[in-house]
């Protein structure tokens, strides 16, 4: 049984800046298609929102930056940059970064 969750719901645990349009897309998809993703009940709907705002800015902005200089993915991914010279193989390269990261294919991430 779908869950009702209106645009107010996510502006209110996105805040002031969160996208309106975007807020009454997500909130049209989670009531209609929820189900079919498991956020089919208030608990799930609560963990998906609460992760989903952190991700986007409060529901500001809609694509992840990854950026990154060197340095930076040493220290945000220590586990797979272990050398400078490596790093820098990937150093502002979105696309390349992603799929070393997440994969090829978003399966890869395990959930």
């Known amino acids: 049984m779908a869950i ?5 719901q996510i502006i209110a645990i996105g805040g002031a800046k969160t996208n309106k349009k975007l807020a009454e897309e997500l909130a049209k998809f989670i009531t209609e298609q929820g189900d079919k ?3 089919d009940t208030p ?8 992760q989903t705002a ?14 990154y200089s060197a340095k930076r993915l040493m220290a945000v991914w220590p586990k797979h940059f272990k050398t400078l010279e490596f790093a820098k193989k990937y150093e502002y390269n979105e696309r390349k970064l992603a799929n070393f990261i ?10």
């Open 54 to 67: 952190a991700e986007s800015g409060g529901y500001t902005v809609f694509v992840e930056n990854l950026k």
């Open 37 to 39: 993703f498991y956020l």
């Open 102 to 111: 997440y994969g090829e294919k978003i399966t890869s991430l395990g959930n």
């Open 43 to 50: 608990l799930r709907i609560a963990h998906f929102l609460g």
């Open 4 to 8: 009702k969750v209106t645009p107010e």
